[in-house]
């Protein structure tokens, strides 16, 4: 009796085991929302409220057992409440993921990807000016995922650009003229406000 017990339980880990995977071929369909709202004092005691939204449209297949390439697009848009300044930011962009089972449905995950992308700022009621900007990323985002079915995965991003080397190109026109510049950042985010900002999404898989 005990024997089969064992036998029973060796494979239910094996068959959940196997359901807990992303199989080799199978393509997904999906994206993420990222959406966050702030409010500040400035100094002279008015309110600002500064809100977020982003969206991360998807495709992505399988070459490997829990591992995947995809590419995606992007857009962002942005408004402070006391200067009535806009920002619109288009991007698009590849990726490599790579799974791995936590426990059955349940999945930890690490993406690294090469964005490109492209904002303009509009200008706002204090200073006059426009803003265009064009760069060129490599990131690394953590997160995690749970399957509610063999289709159907919810994924939530954790410290969005958690490590990023970036390289950007800006033109800035204003009273004073236009002014160009060039730079590069390399850095890790772990800025505890992004706690506070949700980058959830879900993918639709095929041939799962």
């Known amino acids: 009796m005990k024997q089969i017990r064992l036998l029973t ?9 196997s359901h807990a995977q992303i199989n080799k071929g ?10 966050s709202t702030a409010t500040s004092k400035t100094n002279n005691g008015l309110k ?7 969206l991360y449209p998807s ?8 591992r995947a390439i995809g590419f995606n697009l992007s857009y962002q848009y942005s408004k402070s409440s006391s200067s009535n300044q806009k920002m619109n930011e288009y991007g698009a962009g590849i990726f490599l993921r790579q799974y791995k089972v936590l426990s059955k449905n349940f999945y930890a995950f690490a993406q690294e ?3 490109f992308g492209y904002n303009k700022i509009s200008p706002d009621t ?4 426009n803003s265009k ?37 800006s033109k800035t026109t204003g009273f004073s003229g236009t002014i160009k510049s060039n730079s590069f950042n390399l850095g890790a985010n772990l800025d505890g406000s992004q706690l506070t900002s949700l980058n959830i999404g879900a993918k639709i898989f095929f041939g799962r």
């Open 9 to 17: 339980i060796a494979i239910l880990l094996i068959a959940s085991t």
């Open 26 to 35: 199978s393509t997904a369909l999906g994206g993420n929302i990222n959406f």
């Open 48 to 54: 600002e409220t500064t809100t977020f939204l982003a």
């Open 59 to 66: 495709f992505m297949t399988t070459y490997k057992d829990n």
């Open 113 to 115: 990807g090469l964005n």
């Open 126 to 129: 204090v200073n006059s000016f």
């Open 133 to 169: 900007n064009t760069s060129i990323a490599f990131t690394v985002n953590p997160g995690i995922a749970y399957d509610l079915s063999k289709r159907v995965q919810l994924e939530l991003i954790l410290f969005n650009d958690l490590l990023s080397a970036e390289y950007s190109h």
